[in-house]
T-cell receptor
């Protein structure tokens, strides 16, 4: 079975631009979470979506937004990019059922803002 | 503010030895604990999870949880050079979103042949 997939793999953008990152969860998983990982740090939680509804949001500015589609895939949008947004963006999927909290990460999208 | 603390290392062990990685957390209500392995330039890979006090074994890996002392550890037996990676500890807080994993900064493990 395919794992979590993300696209694109790498992306270079200029300050002020907007970017959209995409994620497809493991088949059967209904929850998608987004994380930002900068070099030398652990991933930081941005959003969780479950059944197309936002279930959690981390401490990120409103420039960050996301949505989940009926097929459970998800998009993360970042507007007005700053140099500090350069990071590895990770998508994780989970069953999110009772007693099922394990999350599985995709390969990530490495975003460079110049 | 919930926090997860790990020694950043690097932790260096000889091949065949036991590597011991430790993690402490601040939220006494935390219920679920995870260990991820992350190779340089790659994404984190879930290797162990533990929800109850005590030990949980999976192959060469053992996770240990002590909720009273608020620490969780990972033991890697018969360490191999391929185990060289950064190990991330993560927790989910009680009452929080199931998606809200809180990570430590990770411990870099180096296994010397």
């Amino acid at each position: 079975d395919a794992g979590v997939t993300q696209s694109p793999t790498h992306l270079i953008k200029t300050r002020g631009q907007q970017v959209t990152l995409r994620c497809s969860p493991i088949s059967g998983h209904k929850s998608v979470s987004w994380y930002q990982q900068v070099l030398g740090q652990g991933p930081q939680f941005i959003f969780q979506y479950y059944e197309k509804e936002e279930r959690g949001r981390g401490n990120f500015p409103d420039r960050f937004s996301a949505r989940q589609f009926p097929n459970y895939s998800s998009e993360l949008n970042v507007n007005a990019l700053l140099l500090g947004d350069s990071a590895l963006y990770l998508c994780a999927s989970s069953l999110a059922g009772v007693n099922s909290y394990e999350q599985y990460f995709g390969p990530g999208t490495r975003l460079t803002v110049t | 503010q919930k926090e997860v603390e790990q020694n950043s290392g690097p932790l260096s062990v000889p091949e065949g030895a036991i590597a011991s990685l430790n993690c402490t957390y601040s939220d006494r209500g935390s219920q679920s604990f995870f260990w991820y392995r992350q190779y340089s330039g790659k994404s984190p890979e879930l290797i162990m999870f533990i929800y109850s006090n005590g030990d949980k074994e999976d192959g060469r890996f053992t996770a240990q949880l002590n909720k009273a002392s608020q620490y969780v550890s990972l033991l890697i037996r018969d360490s191999q050079p391929s185990d060289s990676a950064t190990y991330l500890c993560a927790v989910i807080g009680y009452g929080g979103s199931q998606g809200n994993l809180i990570f430590g900064k990770g411990t870099k493990l180096s296994v010397k042949p």
